[in-house]
C-alpha cells in the first residue's frame, strides 16, 4: 500500500457529518419562523395603534370641518368629508350669543377650572401624604370612608348639596362651584398611593434633623411627587372645564356663565345649530390639547407609578 493513498470517510463520519447539517437546517428554520413572526407581530401592533389613531382623531377632525360647512352642506346627505365652499359664518356667530359673549364663558371657565385645579392639587396631596406617611389611630378607617365617598353617584347628592349652597347664601356664587369641589376623595386615593413609593426613611432623616412636618410636605415630598400632581391635574383640569350640571344648576346670571353653558345656547327648540356648536367646540378644546401637550409625561409616569407600594 502507497503511504500517499488518500484516506477515505468512513460510513459512520459521513453519517455523523450529515446528522449533524440536518440538525442545523431546523434551527435556521426555527431562526427564520421567529423572526417572521415577530415581524407580524410588529406590523399588526402597528395595524391596531393607526386603528386606535384614526378613532381619536376622527372626531376632531370631523368637528373641524363641519365649522367650515355652509348652512345647506351640513344637512347634505351623503356627508361631505372636506367643504365645498369654506364658510366663516359660524365662527362669526360666536360673537351673536343671545345671552353674554363667548370671550366672557372662555374667561369664567379658565377661572374657574384653575382655581378648582390648583385647589383640588393643594388638598389632595396634604391629604394624601398625612394617610401614607403619618401614623395615629383610625387612619385606616377613616381612609375607607374615603373611598367610599368615591362610590356615591353625584346625582345622589345634588339636591342636598343644592339644599346646603341655598342655606349658605351661595346660588348664583363660584363659592358653590369650588368649595364642594375643593376636597376630590379620587384625589386622595392618587396621591395616597403614589406617596407610598416615597421613602419612609428620607422623612424621617428630615424630622430627625428638626425639620417640621410642613417643611417636610413642600420642600422634600411634593418635589417628588410631580409625576402624580401632574396626573391628577389633567384629570381634574378636564373634568372641571367640561363640567355642565352643576353649573347649570347653580348658576343664573349669564355673565357667570362658563363655556359648556355658553354653548348650550345653540341648542334649540327645533334643534342645535351644529356649524357655531362646532367651532366652539374647537376652541374650547384648545386648553385641553396645550395643558396635556405639556404635561403628557407627567401624567403617564404618575399613573404607571401610581400603587406600586401599600
Known amino acids: 500500500m502507497s503511504a500517499s493513498t488518500t484516506p477515505t470517510i468512513g460510513p459512520a463520519a459521513a453519517a455523523a457529518a450529515t446528522g449533524a447539517d440536518l440538525d442545523a437546517r431546523p434551527f435556521a428554520g426555527a431562526s427564520r419562523a421567529g423572526r417572521w413572526r415577530r415581524t407580524g407581530e410588529r406590523y399588526l401592533l402597528w395595524l391596531f395603534l393607526g386603528l386606535g389613531s384614526v378613532i381619536m382623531v376622527g372626531p376632531f377632525y370631523w368637528t373641524l370641518v363641519t365649522s367650515f360647512k355652509e348652512r345647506r352642506e351640513l344637512l ?25 359673549s363667548f370671550p366672557l364663558f372662555f374667561r369664567n371657565s379658565l377661572f374657574l377650572t384653575f382655581t378648582i385645579t390648583a385647589i383640588t392639587l393643594l388638598t ?24 367610599a365617598m368615591m362610590m356615591i353617584p353625584f346625582t345622589v347628592t345634588l339636591i342636598p348639596s343644592y339644599a346646603l349652597m341655598a342655606d349658605l347664601g351661595w346660588i348664583n356664587s363660584y363659592w358653590a362651584l369650588i368649595v364642594p369641589i375643593a376636597v376630590n376623595p379620587f384625589g386622595i386615593f392618587l396621591m395616597r398611593q403614589f406617596m407610598f413609593s416615597i421613602p419612609n426613611d428620607l422623612i424621617d432623616a428630615s424630622r430627625v434633623d428638626g425639620a417640621s412636618e410642613f417643611h417636610i410636605f413642600f420642600k422634600i415630598v411634593l418635589p417628588l411627587s ?46 342645535t345649530d351644529v356649524g357655531p356648536t362646532a367651532a366652539g367646540a374647537m376652541i374650547s378644546v384648545i386648553p385641553v390639547l396645550v395643558i396635556y401637550a405639556f404635561a403628557q409625561r407627567k401624567f403617564i409616569e404618575g399613573i404607571a407609578m401610581t400603587g406600586l407600594k401599600g
Open 124 to 147: 389632595s396631596s396634604m391629604a394624601g401624604y398625612v394617610f401614607a406617611k403619618i401614623e395615629f389611630r383610625g387612619r385606616d378607617r377613616l381612609f375607607w370612608v374615603v373611598l
Open 226 to 271: 410631580q409625576a402624580a400632581l401632574g396626573a391628577l391635574a389633567i384629570l381634574t383640569f378636564m373634568y372641571q372645564w367640561d363640567n355642565f350640571l352643576w353649573p347649570l344648576i347653580i348658576l343664573n346670571d349669564p355673565e357667570k356663565y362658563t363655556l359648556p353653558l355658553g354653548l348650550a345656547q345653540f341648542r334649540g327648540r327645533l334643534g
Open 76 to 100: 347634505a346627505y351623503p356627508p361631505t368629508w372636506w367643504p365645498e365652499v369654506f364658510t366663516g359664518v359660524h365662527w362669526r356667530a360666536l360673537n351673536d350669543l343671545t345671552v353674554g
